[in-house]
């Protein structure tokens, strides 16, 4: 758990994961926090392999859909801080989030964001912060895929623990 002060902050780690590296990223962060996970799972997802993915994904972003999510099983407005991760498609966050957040009203949460992509993170973190507005985003950082390494293991528990001594 992040410390804050002499109390304990409960923590939250929601990702959405097609290939498997924003998962990784994610469980390395709860292993190093204490935190939840909760992954935006849609009941149906795009295909991880083939060329098609990045055209069905990317025109989803484009057209701002909001695919249904299976049911989450955390409430995210129990906990006091919440990291958000996301692959970058066309330039944003996976479409699971349109519909997190189109659900979900969040309000006075630290947050931490982070990213995994191939070409770049492009305006991902902005478009996170157009729907976290009312909450303080305390860090973000970024993944250049492949993730599954593990000098990224040690960059995430180095991330986390600075961001809980800042807190």
């Excluded at 994904?57 to 906990?79: H, I, T």
Aim: with cysteine; proline share 4%.
């Amino acid at each position: 758990m992040i410390r804050m002060g002499v109390g304990r902050m409960k923590c939250l780690v929601v990702y959405y994961s097609l290939e498997g590296n924003t998962k990784f990223i994610a469980e390395t962060i709860a292993e190093s926090t204490g935190a939840d996970l909760l992954e935006l799972k849609p009941k149906k997802d795009i295909s991880s392999k083939g060329f098609m993915r990045y055209v069905k994904g990317g025109g989803q972003v484009v057209m701002k859909k909001r695919p249904e999510l299976m049911a989450f099983d955390k409430d995210p407005n129990e906990y006091d801080f919440i990291y958000f991760g996301t692959p970058v498609w066309a330039a944003s966050f996976a479409p699971s989030y349109n519909t997190f957040f189109s659900n979900i009203n969040l309000k006075d949460k630290k947050v931490a964001l982070f990213c995994c992509y191939r070409a770049s993170c492009g305006n991902t973190f902005n478009h996170f912060a157009k729907y976290l507005e009312g909450n303080e985003i305390v860090d973000k950082i970024e993944f250049k895929e492949p993730v599954k390494r593990d000098e990224n293991k040690k960059q995430i528990r180095e991330w986390t623990k600075a961001i809980s001594m800042n807190l």
